[in-house]
Every structure is written in structure tokens, then in C-alpha cells.
């Protein structure tokens, strides 16, 4: 169901119904009203304000299942809430939808891990862990549990041997981790205790198996390797350098636990603050925020991930060898077109070849739909590729 006036709904969405469609149109911009967060300060430094060239794009034509669509009917039936092209270094397009305001942070879902992953790299480039480091070593913890054996690499890329659903466990995470209000007595009591206590699968370092869990297990080691908590973290070493104009915030289970696998909550602006920066080889307004090296990781292509990965999906990318690294869904590492993708239909869509960013808010109704997710992947990069 579409809502013509989001705030209509401000009434009846509540701690327990605030993901489920049709209050995540309003719920996803009401984070901090309805769940704990913590705030990830942008620090008191100048903003990084973008140079704006913009043009109409709502006509943009391109071709998808047999239909041809323009702009605005695809961001319409990809449930919208905020839709801004970056095109060599300017702001070439920016909308918003559904009474969301520039000012509003908004779910970034699993768009979070890439974000998590780029606070790795910029800890890796300062030497305070390496892509090799066994998780026990860093926190003490879970040593003797199904993490033995498991690298931070193996977090990136989501190949811990775990034992996990995806079509349950994905599912469930949302209550352990308090994203919501729930009674379940069947589950972990909260995220910490989930991660000591999952069994282990099938070995670490196999086949690629998407588990958000693990990067909880990578938001602790980052705490453990950087000596503080995560929200200062990634303010000092990310958000501040960024040139944010606004603070971000990250959800919080009841036991403090941040919630670094898809609850961080940010503006449009400022997530393409952030892919900017990774079009630009991690530097942005003159400071190299992430260490090129690592930037570059996502430009070469990987054998052993390709076929770790297995075949594409609707997540991944309808491209000829995708993989996943570093918490990027990498659709062609040669050409440089990755993206960071989330439940409802978040994105941060990098493509060097035109040189643009784009980046998605979204509220689809189910939040795995995947007609939806290969809709607006088309358009977007349709988009791009007409830009090249």
C-alpha cells in the first residue's frame, strides 16, 4: 500500500510495528523516537558542501523486463524516500519523497556494514589489526566457540562457518537485537550472547553465506582493536573526517551492543558523502580518509571469491562474475562498479567508469523483495552507464 502523507501514520507506529510495511515509511525516519541508538557525532569541523551541477533526469529512459521505464516512475515504484546522483564530484540530482526532509537520517540497513568495513580499513591502515588477525585474538571472549579459526578477513567477506538460516535467522536477528519490541522467549537474549553461543557450520573461509551476525562479530573486534567504543570510532575515524553535516546514529541492543550490521541511521547527504569518498580513492575535501590501498581492494578481481559467491542474485548484481568483498557486492572489480545494498532497498551504487555515485533511500513493503531490488538496480545503473 503507498501512503500519500507518511506523517499520517506518526500516530499508529510504535516500537513493534515500525518495520513492517505500511509504517516503515514513516518508521524508517523515526529511528531514534522508537528504539535505543547512539549518537555518532560529526564533531565540530567544517561540512564538506558539494558543488552542484543539476539537470532533469525524471524522463531518463532505460529498458527493463520487457518494459520501458523512465526516472520517476522506477524511483515511484521502488517505494522512494530519498534518490541523489553524484556525477564528477557534483550534485547532479537530488530528491526526496514520502515528506522526507534533507535534514532526516533515515535506516541504512545492511548499508551499515559497508560503512563498518570502511572503519576496518582505516584501523588496518594504522596498524591496529590486519585483514589476517584471528577473531579470539582480539576478543578474548570467544575463544572455544564457533569463531575459532575465524579471520577479520572472513567477516569482510562473509565466509564464516557458522551455522545460520538465512531465510529464519535474518529475520530473527531483528529481535535479539532489539530493532524492534518483541515478547519471543526463543531466541538468545541479546546480540553478545547470540555470538557466543551460535554453533559452528561448516568451516571458515568456504563459501561465501550471507550471516549479519558476523558482523557484529567485526563491530567487536573493531571496539577491541581501536580501544573505544564503536559510535566514537566511527565519528573520529570516518563521519568527522567526512565533512558530515549531520550527526549519524546506530541502533542499540539492551545491553549496549551497537548494532553495526544494519543500524546505522544517516542523510541522504551524508551517505553520498560517503560513497563520494570511495569514488575518490577514499579522500574527500582534500583529506585521505580511507587508505587508497584499501579503496583499491574492491578494483581487482578475486578467482577465489567469484567462485566462493556461487551464482548472481538480485542482491549481488545480474553481472557476469559478481562476488563479495570487504562488504561490498563487487558487480565488475575491473571496471569499478561495486555497491552496498540493504533490506527495503538502501544502496550506495559506486561506478567509476561515468564517475558517479548514487545513492537510495527506500521503504520497500517486504524487505527482501527481489522484483524490486533488480528494478532499481537496472535503473540506477542504466543511469550511470548513460553518464559514462
Not at 87 to 103: C, I, K, Q, S, T
Not at 224 to 229: E, L, V
Not at 344 to 361: D, E, I, M, W, Y
Amino acid at each position: 500500500m503507498k501512503i500519500d502523507s507518511p506523517e499520517g501514520l506518526a500516530g499508529a507506529v510504535t516500537s513493534e510495528n515500525w518495520l513492517e510495511a505500511p509504517y516503515n515509511r514513516l518508521g524508517f525516519r523515526r529511528v531514534g523516537e522508537l528504539v535505543a541508538t547512539a549518537t555518532i557525532s560529526r564533531g565540530d569541523g567544517p561540512v564538506f558542501d558539494f558543488p552542484r551541477a543539476e539537470r532533469e533526469l525524471d524522463g531518463f529512459e532505460f529498458q527493463h523486463a520487457g518494459r520501458s521505464l523512465n526516472l520517476a516512475a522506477m524511483l515511484e515504484e521502488t517505494y522512494t524516500d530519498g534518490f541523489l546522483v553524484i556525477h564528477d564530484g557534483a550534485v547532479l540530482y537530488e530528491r526526496y519523497f514520502n515528506g522526507m526532509a534533507p535534514a532526516e537520517r533515515h535506516l541504512l540497513m545492511s548499508v551499515s556494514k559497508s560503512f563498518t568495513a570502511t572503519l576496518c580499513g582505516v584501523l588496518v591502515g594504522r596498524g591496529a589489526l590486519a585483514p589476517d588477525d584471528l577473531v579470539p585474538d582480539h576478543v578474548e571472549e570467544l575463544r572455544g566457540t564457533a569463531w575459532e579459526g575465524c579471520t577479520v578477513q572472513h567477516l569482510l567477506d562473509m565466509r564464516a562457518g557458522i551455522r545460520w538460516d538465512f531465510e529464519a535467522d535474518e529475520y530473527t536477528i531483528l529481535d535479539v537485537s532489539d530493532y524492534r519490541a518483541h515478547r519471543r522467549t526463543d531466541i538468545p537474549p541479546d546480540t553478545a550472547t547470540w555470538i557466543r553461543t551460535v554453533e559452528p557450520g561448516e568451516g571458515h573461509g568456504g563459501r561465501f553465506g550471507y550471516i549479519s551476525l558476523a558482523h557484529d562479530v567485526l563491530g567487536w573486534v573493531l571496539e577491541r582493536a581501536g580501544g573505544a567504543p564503536f559510535p566514537e570510532l566511527f565519528s573520529a575515524h570516518v563521519w568527522s573526517p567526512l565533512g558530515a553535516e549531520e550527526d549519524a546514529e546506530i541502533i542499540v541492543d539492551h545491553a549496549g551492543f551497537p548494532i553495526v550490521e544494519g543500524g546505522i541511521c544517516a542523510t541522504l547527504r551524508d551517505v553520498g558523502r560517503f560513497g563520494l569518498a570511495w569514488l575518490q580513492d577514499g579522500s574527500l575535501g582534500g583529506r585521505q580518509i580511507v587508505p587508497v590501498e584499501w579503496v583499491a581492494r574492491q578494483r581487482v578481481r578475486d578467482e577465489t571469491l567469484i567462485e566462493a559467491y556461487g551464482e548472481p542474485d538480485e542482491l549481488g548484481g545480474q553481472t557476469e562474475a559478481p562476488f563479495y568483498h570487504d562488504n561490498w557486492w563487487v558487480w565488475d572489480a575491473e571496471r569499478g562498479i561495486h555497491a552496498a545494498v540493504g533490506m527495503n532497498g538502501q544502496c550506495v551504487f559506486v561506478h567509476r567508469p561515468s564517475n558517479t555515485v548514487v545513492a537510495k533511500l527506500s521503504t520497500f513493503p517486504d524487505a527482501l523483495d527481489g522484483e524490486l531490488f533488480v528494478l532499481h538496480h537496472a535503473g540506477i545503473a542504466a543511469l550511470c552507464e548513460s553518464l559514462a
